[in-house]
């Protein structure tokens, strides 16, 4: 099954050393080279892609791991990257030093905020951000704000915010943290060696109606209540999927709906969530911790 990076163009890996070596960007070359070293060259031009027209982003009111109310009006004027992630989810964790990095070096026009999702200790999440080093606020993702942003479907999800409090664009799977940089760089009117264009948003960046965001493609969630999909979503980000492409099947479902196995084995999850109803109140549902099993560094054209 062939799969190619979506969001690169091609881009080569000499290409995005020069990128980084020219701008002092937060990531090493030895961390690009190692991202990327798989992708094969197609064009040498860097494509960026902002939605035309964007949607405000949807508040949060949530409180951050310290107890502070966290909101996105207080970082109104910088550039927002929004991480939906998850301890338990092998790319999110990979991607972290990446973005503490990025974090340091554009701690006065950026800001990145982690929003986790599904993990229930906060003790526990407080421990793991410390343990990692962690220098951005971190919160835990209520459902409403989960609801407000589509659903999240699949993990890490990243929600780029200009400095009005607008989402440009959203990447779903594991990228290559350095894109992250040069579109913050971009919407920050810093040099960047790439080309943007813009985009009419048809439902691909932002869904206003979040009902329509919590279906996968080929997966019908319609009949299960909140709690029941947000069940089987946890299960299907969880579970890697049998076909070879080393993705979860949420991620399997996105990137290829025409997958059987993805779609016959999500078809069954969404039969077991639907059974969910019968459980006492409190008896745990959730879905088992991801099995550490890797995914390419980049999602495919």
Known sequence: MSRMCQHGKG??????????????????????????????????QLILRFVRDPDPAPELKVKDLNGNELSLEAYKGRVVLLNFWATWCGP???????L????????DRLQIIGMDVDDEDEEQLRAFVKSQGINYPVAMTSLAVRFAYGGIAALPTMFI??????????????????????????????????KVETFEDTGEVFLKHADRATMLPGVDTSKLTAEQRMAA????????????????????????????????????????AAKLSSKEPGENTGAPAASGASVPADPPK
């Open 11 to 44: 881009l080569t890996v000499t290409l995005w050393v020069y990128v980084l070596a020219v701008l002092g960007l937060a990531l090493t070359p030895q961390e690009s080279r190692a991202q990327l070293q798989q992708q094969q060259p197609q064009q040498q």
């Open 161 to 194: 915010i200009n400095q009005e409090s607008k989402v440009v664009q959203k990447h779903v799977g594991l990228f290559n943290p350095a894109l992250y940089e040069i579109e913050a760089r971009a919407l920050l009117d810093m040099p960047v060696p790439a």
């Open 100 to 107: 503490i990095r990025i974090q340091e070096a554009y701690r």
């Open 92 to 98: 999110c964790r990979s991607e972290i030093p990446s």
């Open 233 to 272: 979503l946890h299960k299907l980000n969880a579970e890697t999927c049998d076909c070879g492409c080393k993705y979860t099947l949420a991620q399997c479902r996105i990137y290829d709906p025409g997958c059987n196995m993805s779609k016959e084995r999500a078809g069954v999850i969404v039969k077991e």
